[in-house]
């Protein structure tokens, strides 16, 4: 299936559809990656903490698609933030992986009571200079955070990867994101742990379109303009959280999802103005 390719603020693109990799680990990982890339997906979203990296390059050599039509994301842990360690762990994952260039790295949370998220992206930006790494970007920054990092480095992140789903949507956010050129991925896109999809509003949605529910969930993240990381094991799945670019949510469609959004909606409460991870 054709996946629309979406504009980065450095001039490359990534899918506007990615596969997320959290817990898929070892060889039935790396066997899960690799159906998923032969299915279609080319940007595969991992993270030093998952401890996947190996096996998401591993099944990048499996499947059957050149390795310069994927695109392979990590991202650095809080533990490494302070600069020599963050280009450590840069340089680890390239070890891990055997990628001389990783496509996409981010910074995983800004953990602002730590301090140190200024010095991590200096490594990023010097790890871009030495080649490796193409674009970078951050994950879970508040408009505050990333200005904090523009106007240190007079870099911009490419991407800013948060919890979107329709019952937390962060209109705001998105909003912020794509006035100053940022791309916003969302992950749990679809929710994890919640009620999203035995919803009655997604459901009759869903029976007008002849879809499920799940589709119009990516459906809606694409017709909001944020890129959702789903993942799925079974081929089916990872066929049709693809297959949302033949159909069209109408405005009424769009507001009645809108009205799902929760002041609590977060899975897991994680506020990045507070929440550290490290």
Known sequence: MSVPAIPLNDGTH?????????????????????????????????????????????????????????????????????????????????????????????????????????????????????????SIGVCNFLPEHVQALVDASGVKPCVNQIELHPYFPQPEQLAWDKANGIVTQAWSPIGRGNDLQSDPVLQGIARQHGRSVVQVILRWHVQLGSVPLPKASSDQRQRDNLDVFDFELSTQDMAAIATLARPDGRILGQDPAHYQEL
């Not at 559809?17 to 060889?27: E, Q």
């Not at 690799?34 to 390059?57: C, W």
């Not at 059957?64 to 840069?90: M, Q, W």
């Not at 953990?111 to 790494?133: D, F, H, I, M, T």
């Open 14 to 134: 990534l899918p506007a559809i990615g596969f997320g990799t959290c817990k898929l680990n070892g060889s039935p990982g790396a066997q899960a990656i690799a159906r998923a890339i032969d299915n279609g997906y080319r940007l595969l979203d991992s993270a030093f903490s998952y401890e996947n990296e190996g096996a998401v390059a591993q099944a990048m050599r499996m499947a059957s698609v050149p390795r310069e039509a994927l695109r392979f994301t990590s991202k650095i842990p809080g533990r490494h933030y302070a600069y020599n360690d963050a280009l450590a762990c840069i340089e680890e994952s390239r070890y891990r992986t055997r990628l001389d260039t990783i496509d996409l790295y981010l910074l995983h949370w800004p953990n602002p009571a730590q301090g140190l998220y200024l010095e991590a992206w200096s490594a990023l930006v010097e790890a871009k200079e030495r080649g490796w790494v193409t």
